[in-house]
T-cell receptor, first 115, second 110 residues
């Protein structure tokens, strides 16, 4: 298994544009979470999806949205990009969503630069 | 709201020396605590979690509820321990949502 995969690896957008980031979880994993990591800071939780339903949302504006597909892959969408959206976006998958007993496996991330 | 604080952004020790990476948290309930590690050019990965009470790569961490701390320790640091370390917290019932600290960059010098 290749582990959690994310695409694209990096991309550059301009302010006001829209971006879609993609994540494929480890086979058999039904939970996907998204995190934003700004340079020099720890990852910050954006969304969690489990069985194709949103199960948690962090303190992010409505410009951020996500969805999970029947094959458990996921997309993160960001509208009306701002300079401050420049960050590494991490996807993590886990078998379920039991928290302490369920290991999250992280992808390599997508580096988004907004000019 | 819960918060995780790692007071040291950078920590440098010599090989063979003991190392302690500090982590303090604020949460009124009984959290689940984790340490994640990111080696150079690798992805973020789980190092250990407090409920397992296990030692991974010689590292241990004890949850001190009185001091609300979860410090990571290793008695004899190795050069391959050089990495970015993140302490993270999960609230019971919040699924696998993690609150991370800002991280500590550990450098083990030869």
């Amino acid at each position: 298994d290749a582990g959690v995969t994310q695409s694209p690896t990096h991309l550059i957008k301009t302010r006001g544009q829209h971006v879609t980031l993609r994540c494929s979880p480890i086979s058999g994993h039904k939970s996907v979470s998204w995190y934003q990591q700004v340079l020099g800071q720890g990852p910050q939780f954006i969304f969690q999806y489990y069985e194709k339903e949103e199960r948690g949302r962090g303190n992010f504006p409505d410009r951020f949205s996500a969805r999970q597909f029947p094959n458990y892959s996921s997309e993160l969408n960001v509208n009306a990009l701002l300079l401050g959206d420049s960050a590494l976006y991490l996807c993590a998958s886990s078998l379920a969503m039991t928290g302490g007993t369920d290991t999250q496996y992280f992808g390599p991330g997508t580096r988004l630069t907004v000019l | 709201a819960q918060r995780v604080t790692q007071p040291e952004k950078l920590l440098s020790v010599f090989k063979g020396a003991p190392v302690e990476l500090k982590c303090n948290y604020s949460y009124s309930g009984s959290p689940e605590l984790f340490w994640y590690v990111q080696y150079s050019r690798q992805r973020l990965q789980l190092l250990l979690r407090h409920i397992s009470r296990e030692s991974i790569k010689g590292f241990t961490a004890d949850l001190n509820k009185g001091e609300t701390s979860f410090h990571l320790k290793k008695p004899f640091a190795q050069e391959e321990d050089s990495a970015m370390y993140y302490c993270a917290l999960s609230r019971p019932g919040s699924g696998s949502r993690l609150t991370f600290g800002e991280g500590t960059q550990l450098t083990v010098n030869p």
